[in-house]
Every structure is written in C-alpha cells, then in structure tokens.
T-cell receptor, first 111, second 115 residues
Framework: GENVEQHPSTLSVQEGDSAVIKCTYSDSASNYFPWYKQELGKRPQLIIDIRSNVGEKKDQRIAVTLNKTAKHFSLHITETQPEDSAVYFCAASIPGYSTLTFGKGTMLLVS | DGGITQSPKYLFRKEGQNVTLSCEQNLNHDAMYWYRQDPGQGLRLIYYSQIVNDFQKGDIAEGYSVSREKKESFPLTVTSAQKNPTAFYLC??????????????FGDGTRLSIL
C-alpha cells in the first residue's frame, strides 16, 4: 500500500518568516494530495490540496508544490503568523480508492 | 448547518466493556471513515464505507467493528478485544466521483480513555 513520510516533525519559525513542510510518497499511482491543519484538540481542517495534473497551487499565503518524478510534495507558508501554529498533516490517495494515507504530522510553532 | 457530528466528546471504558462512538453527517456524502489518532502517529484508518450496507477494513481494524445501515450514520464499536483503546477518534466523510479521490471533512472527535 501507500506510505507517506513527512518532515520535519517539529518546525519553529519567527513570525513573518516562511515555513516549508515536505512529504514523500511511495506509490507513483497516487494522484491526490491534501494538506490538513489541526489545532490542539480540534478537528483536522483541509487547507489546500493538489492533483497530479498540476505542479503548483496557491491560496493567499499558502502554496503546495508537487514533483511527480521525485514523488514528493511540499507545503509553503509565507509571512507566518502566531495563528499558523498547529499540527499540519499531508496525505496521499490512489485513484479508485477513496481512502487517504496520512503522514505523521509536523508541529509548527510561530513565535 | 451542515456538518459531521460525533458524540460523545469524551468517553470512558471499563475493562471488558464494549463502547460505541456515534458519527452522523448531513452533508449527503456517500463515503464515511473512522480514524484513530495517537500522539506522534498521525491518523490511521480503522474502517471505511463507500456506500450503505458496505464497509471495508482499514490498516488497524482489529478490535473494532462498524455498521452502515443509513447513509447519514457510521457508528464505531470499540470492543473488549482492543487492548489499547485510549486515543482520539475522528470520523470523516466525503463525496464520491467514480475513481477520483475527494476531500474528506472531519468531525470534532471523541476522546476515549480507559477507567
């Protein structure tokens, strides 16, 4: 099955800096890659997603890039703010399956 | 107000006891999922259902059971066979569009602890 590795596990940045979280996936057939943000004790919330026919997608301060050849995708957050502090999860899905395989998460701390 | 409702928010289980976690959605989604979240482990899939009266095991189904008798409801039973049930349980749902994966939307979770 699919395996998703996520790095780093913890990321500390100063307010206003950029943050980058990277994920790699194992199954080259995967074609859907969402990112979720989870604040402490709350539900994961979808913040951005990308499909394999697109190399980059942007939504205000958040962007996701996908490199299908290398089988990795990254979340970029610019001009970080204290409210960006949370755990971020990447995930991947294979066509024909509705399930997601999640990475283990990155705790982002903005101070 | 559309969404996914999980209840209870907190649940305590005694040794040898089965407990059932409720998940209800009014989004008219066909697919529903149960995940277990442990610190540092991410979200691991327990069971999922793509249509009423059908469900499949996920990666960690042992010690759990589900039913899908109605489109809106996907309850999860944590049986006494699950020896380490303490975790945060999340229910999710999504639409179905053939073979194209769709975004999943989550409930607020149930935190289960052993007494």
């Amino acid at each position: 099955g699919e395996n998703v590795e996520q790095h780093p596990s913890t990321l500390s940045v100063q307010e206003g800096d950029s943050a980058v979280i990277k994920c790699t996936y194992s199954d080259s057939a995967s074609n859907y890659f969402p990112w979720y943000k989870q604040e402490l004790g709350k539900r994961p919330q979808l913040i951005i997603d990308i499909r394999s026919n697109v190399g980059e997608k942007k939504d205000q301060r958040i962007a996701v890039t996908l490199n299908k050849t290398a089988k990795h995708f990254s979340l970029h957050i610019t001009e970080t703010q204290p409210e960006d502090s949370a755990v971020y999860f990447c995930a991947a899905s294979i066509p024909g399956y509705s399930t997601l395989t999640f990475g283990k998460g990155t705790m982002l701390l903005v101070s | 107000d559309g969404g996914i409702t999980q209840s209870p928010k907190y649940l305590f289980r005694k040794e040898g006891q089965n407990v059932t976690l409720s998940c209800e959605q009014n989004l008219n989604h066909d697919a529903m999922y149960w995940y277990r979240q442990d610190p540092g482990q991410g979200l691991r899939l327990i069971y999922y259902s793509q249509i009423v009266n059908d469900f499949q095991k996920g990666d960690i189904a042992e010690g759990y059971s589900v039913s899908r008798e109605k489109k809106e409801s996907f309850p999860l039973t944590v049986t006494s066979a699950q020896k380490n049930p303490t975790a945060f349980y999340l229910c999710a749902s999504s639409t179905r569009q053939g073979a194209i994966p769709q975004p999943q939307h989550f409930g607020d979770g149930t935190r289960l602890s052993i007494l």
